[in-house]
């Protein structure tokens, strides 16, 4: 099964070089036929015209004997062994005598008349070896000179051999010139192909721009050919944008609707001042974080199925450290930011706080003296579009069989500071629905150290 490349400009270009080879290779196999015909009814017309011209030349003498001074008007009858000769033999027993070209030195032989008959004008032709071992095209015919029936035989010969090197020439440079021709041919085609399918380029160009979240729809002037694509994926833009803002307003709609309800609940626990009343307000507090963090997961797998959202790295966590500093003033921080500074998260600004916050307050919550956060691009082949984030401390951190309870919802594994035990669980939930990675570690600080591996825009 023949399998085609996928590029429309590989394909367009192949097909094109092969049509263009193919009707080169053509034109150059006709023409040299073409040119080989005409040359060869030229040589033999030649050559017909010299036999003529030969017979008018020659006669017989009072005394039986041939005679004349044939001159045929071409220099290479005179040559020795230049491959054009002629010559007139008697055929009869009461002639006598031969006359040759003074380049025909030698003999060439003749076929049989059973070999090569003479056609219906006492003629016919053959081919012969030379005197030089070149082949001749000879062209013979038997005249009757007087009213004695004296029969000569004439024959003119022409190199063949020199007829085939002219064509071979001839086609040589007809094969040369139509290859360059190809190449022309082929290197016009590809420049047309770029150009005609530039706009498909301005088309990705501009899905990219929309995709990156720095328009929000494919702006230009397209061709006839390209614009009704290009107004059906504007039209799908535009539908999936009324849907996740359609979405986004459900979304807060039900938001507001259940905080009401959930207030009173929780007054209504809090004024009970009973064992049953704070269970109630546990219980409702419970049920407005779950909301949030569902909501809020909705939201997200919106914004993953529209647009891809742009937003700086390091100027969150620069804000961030900021804060914990004026919080935390007898703490260190260090930011370490790796070979790439400027790495662009493929989400919500917000979502971002949200994650680096959490870690940040929980790693500011359990450090001793010293909390650290880095950023760097993920090194891995499938990584190539991830980043890294990291945050340690030099605090107790947490042991290996017990990371995995750290990062269960509402699970505190030190009852005596303060906190709800969510902080993990919603960066892991946060994190899973971009698609990432969260994981938990010993720091070469001493403490605990958090991996969050998350998607880079590109």
Not at 5 to 12: D, F
Not at 418 to 427: A, D, E, F, K, N
Request: charged share 25%.
């Amino acid at each position: 099964m023949i399998r085609f490349p996928r590029s429309l400009t590989i394909r367009v270009l192949a097909l094109s070089t092969l049509w263009a080879v193919l009707s080169l290779v053509a034109i150059a196999t006709v023409i040299s036929a073409l040119y080989r015909q005409s040359s060869e009814r030229s040589f033999d017309s030649l050559l017909s015209a010299h036999l003529f011209n030969l017979i008018g030349a020659a006669s017989v003498s009072p005394d039986g004997r041939l005679q004349g001074s044939p001159d045929l008007g071409d220099v290479r009858y005179v040559i020795p062994r230049s491959g054009w000769y002629w010559s007139v033999e008697p055929l009869s027993e009461n002639l006598e005598g031969r006359l040759r070209s003074l380049s025909f030195i030698g003999n060439v032989d003749s076929p049989t008349l059973v070999q090569v008959p003479f056609d219906n004008r006492f003629q016919r032709s053959y081919a012969a070896n030379g005197l030089n071992g070149e082949r001749v095209k000879v062209i013979e015919n038997e005249f009757v000179l007087d009213d004695q029936n004296r029969i000569a035989r004439f024959r003119v010969m022409g190199n063949l051999s020199e007829l085939e090197a002219e064509i071979a020439e001839f086609e040589h440079s007809v094969y040369a010139y139509l290859f360059l021709f190809g190449l022309g041919t082929v290197a016009f085609n590809a420049a047309a192909i770029l150009f005609g399918l530039k706009p498909l380029a301005r088309v990705r160009a501009a899905l990219s721009a929309v995709r990156e979240g720095t328009a929000h729809r494919l702006d230009g002037v397209f061709p006839p050919e390209v614009e009704p694509l290009v107004n059906e994926t504007n039209a799908l833009i535009e539908n999936n944008r009324r849907i996740v803002e359609r979405s986004r307003t459900q979304v807060g709609n039900l938001a507001h609707s259940l905080k009401t309800p959930l207030a009173i609940i929780m007054n209504e626990g809090r004024a009970m001042n009973t064992e049953q009343g704070r269970l109630l307000d546990d219980q409702a507090k419970a049920m407005r974080q779950q909301i949030e963090n569902y909501l809020q997961r909705a939201r997200i797998a919106a914004q993953r199925d529209s647009v891809v959202f742009r937003t700086s790295v390091r100027q969150p966590i620069e804000r961030l450290a900021r804060v914990m500093e004026k919080l935390n003033p007898e703490k260190r921080i260090d930011l370490v930011f790796g070979s790439d500074a400027d790495i662009i998260f493929a989400g919500e600004e917000g979502d971002l706080e949200e994650i680096t916050g959490n870690l940040f307050e929980n790693a500011m919550k359990w450090s001793r003296e010293r909390t650290r956060i880095s950023t760097d691009v993920a090194q891995s082949a499938a990584g190539a579009d991830r980043f890294l984030l990291t945050i340690e401390d030099d605090g107790p951190g947490i042991a290996a069989d017990q990371r995995h309870e750290a990062l269960k919802r509402g699970k505190r594994l030190d009852e005596t500071k303060p906190g709800s035990g969510l902080g993990l669980s919603i960066v892991s939930d946060l994190v899973s629905e971009y698609g990432g990675a969260l994981r938990l570690d010993r720091s070469e600080l001493g403490g605990l150290k958090v991996i969050v591996e998350l998607p880079r825009a590109t």
